[in-house]
Protein backbone atom coordinates (compact mmCIF):
# COMPACT_ATOMS: atom_id res chain seq x y z
CA UNK A 1 0.00 0.00 0.00
CA UNK A 2 1.60 3.56 -1.30
CA UNK A 3 0.22 6.60 0.68
CA UNK A 4 0.29 9.52 -1.18
CA UNK A 5 0.62 13.10 0.30
CA UNK A 6 0.36 16.15 -1.61
CA UNK A 7 0.66 19.32 -0.36
CA UNK A 8 1.52 23.34 -1.50
CA UNK A 9 -1.51 24.29 -2.44
CA UNK A 10 -3.38 27.78 -2.26
CA UNK A 11 -4.28 31.24 -3.14
CA UNK A 12 -2.65 32.98 -5.93
CA UNK A 13 -2.74 35.78 -8.05
CA UNK A 14 -2.63 35.45 -12.03
CA UNK A 15 1.04 35.23 -13.08
CA UNK A 16 2.41 33.96 -9.61
CA UNK A 17 4.50 30.64 -9.48
CA UNK A 18 3.27 27.75 -7.15
CA UNK A 19 5.03 24.69 -6.10
CA UNK A 20 3.04 21.36 -5.37
CA UNK A 21 4.94 18.43 -3.86
CA UNK A 22 3.78 14.98 -3.39
CA UNK A 23 5.26 12.37 -0.27
CA UNK A 24 5.20 9.13 -0.93
CA UNK A 25 5.46 6.38 1.93
CA UNK A 26 6.51 3.33 -0.46
CA UNK A 27 10.06 2.41 -0.09
CA UNK A 28 10.51 1.65 -3.25
CA UNK A 29 9.16 4.84 -4.50
CA UNK A 30 12.32 5.13 -7.40
CA UNK A 31 10.68 1.59 -9.36
CA UNK A 32 6.97 4.17 -9.48
CA UNK A 33 5.58 6.52 -12.07
CA UNK A 34 4.72 8.91 -10.97
CA UNK A 35 1.44 11.50 -11.99
CA UNK A 36 -0.34 14.85 -11.15
CA UNK A 37 -4.00 15.46 -12.34
CA UNK A 38 -6.19 18.37 -11.42
CA UNK A 39 -9.75 18.48 -10.99
CA UNK A 40 -12.00 21.87 -11.19
CA UNK A 41 -15.79 22.40 -9.76
CA UNK A 42 -18.28 20.94 -12.55
CA UNK A 43 -15.28 19.14 -14.40
CA UNK A 44 -13.51 15.88 -15.32
CA UNK A 45 -10.40 15.13 -13.75
CA UNK A 46 -7.69 15.99 -16.02
CA UNK A 47 -4.12 14.37 -16.56
CA UNK A 48 -1.50 17.16 -16.36
CA UNK A 49 2.23 15.26 -16.03
CA UNK A 50 4.00 12.04 -15.67
CA UNK A 51 7.60 11.40 -14.55
CA UNK A 52 8.40 7.61 -15.20
CA UNK A 53 10.87 5.42 -13.09
CA UNK A 54 13.04 5.63 -16.09
CA UNK A 55 13.42 9.40 -15.97
CA UNK A 56 10.98 10.68 -18.88
CA UNK A 57 8.40 13.29 -18.17
CA UNK A 58 5.61 14.01 -20.58
CA UNK A 59 2.52 17.12 -20.65
CA UNK A 60 -0.56 17.63 -21.44
CA UNK A 61 -0.54 20.47 -24.09
CA UNK A 62 -2.84 22.89 -21.41
CA UNK A 63 0.19 22.55 -19.33
CA UNK A 64 3.51 22.04 -21.45
CA UNK A 65 5.93 25.54 -21.35
CA UNK A 66 4.29 26.26 -17.90
CA UNK A 67 4.01 23.51 -15.56
CA UNK A 68 7.36 21.20 -14.99
CA UNK A 69 6.84 17.88 -12.97
CA UNK A 70 10.32 16.70 -11.43
CA UNK A 71 11.16 14.15 -8.49
CA UNK A 72 13.44 13.28 -5.76
CA UNK A 73 13.87 9.77 -5.11
CA UNK A 74 15.67 9.99 -2.28
CA UNK A 75 12.85 11.67 -0.52
CA UNK A 76 10.56 9.80 -2.11
CA UNK A 77 8.56 13.24 -3.54
CA UNK A 78 7.26 14.10 -6.74
CA UNK A 79 6.93 17.96 -7.72
CA UNK A 80 4.70 19.93 -9.85
CA UNK A 81 6.25 23.58 -10.63
CA UNK A 82 3.35 25.56 -11.77
CA UNK A 83 4.34 29.21 -13.34
CA UNK A 84 2.15 32.08 -14.94
CA UNK A 85 -0.71 30.22 -13.19
CA UNK A 86 -3.96 31.53 -14.71
CA UNK A 87 -7.64 31.70 -13.09
CA UNK A 88 -8.35 28.44 -15.04
CA UNK A 89 -5.76 26.70 -13.31
CA UNK A 90 -7.80 26.87 -10.37
CA UNK A 91 -8.82 23.20 -9.55
CA UNK A 92 -8.05 20.12 -6.81
CA UNK A 93 -4.81 18.91 -7.65
CA UNK A 94 -3.88 15.28 -7.17
CA UNK A 95 -0.78 12.75 -7.32
CA UNK A 96 -0.90 9.22 -8.60
CA UNK A 97 1.13 6.07 -8.70
CA UNK A 98 1.69 3.54 -10.28
CA UNK A 99 4.42 0.68 -11.57
CA UNK A 100 2.64 1.07 -15.47
CA UNK A 101 3.18 4.29 -16.89
CA UNK A 102 0.03 3.62 -19.22
CA UNK A 103 -2.42 3.34 -15.99
CA UNK A 104 -0.77 7.15 -14.97
CA UNK A 105 -1.80 8.32 -18.38
CA UNK A 106 -5.29 6.96 -18.04
CA UNK A 107 -5.61 8.11 -14.99
CA UNK A 108 -6.15 4.30 -13.72
CA UNK A 109 -3.27 4.80 -10.91
CA UNK A 110 -3.28 2.21 -8.44
CA UNK A 111 -2.43 4.94 -5.40
CA UNK A 112 -3.99 8.29 -5.71
CA UNK A 113 -3.31 11.17 -2.42
CA UNK A 114 -6.31 13.11 -1.28
CA UNK A 115 -5.46 16.37 -2.97
CA UNK A 116 -4.31 20.17 -2.26
CA UNK A 117 -6.61 22.98 -3.57
CA UNK A 118 -5.54 25.35 -5.79
CA UNK A 119 -7.08 28.32 -6.12
CA UNK A 120 -5.80 31.42 -8.98
CA UNK A 121 -7.04 34.72 -8.69
CA UNK A 122 -7.66 37.11 -11.52
Known amino acids: QVQLVESGGGLVQAGDSLRLSCAASERTFSSYHMGWFRQAPGKEREFLAI???????SYADSVKGRFTISRDNAKNTVYLQMNSLIPEDTAVYYC????????????????WGQGTQVTVSS
Open 51 to 57: SRSGGST
Open 96 to 111: AADRNSWAITTMRGEY
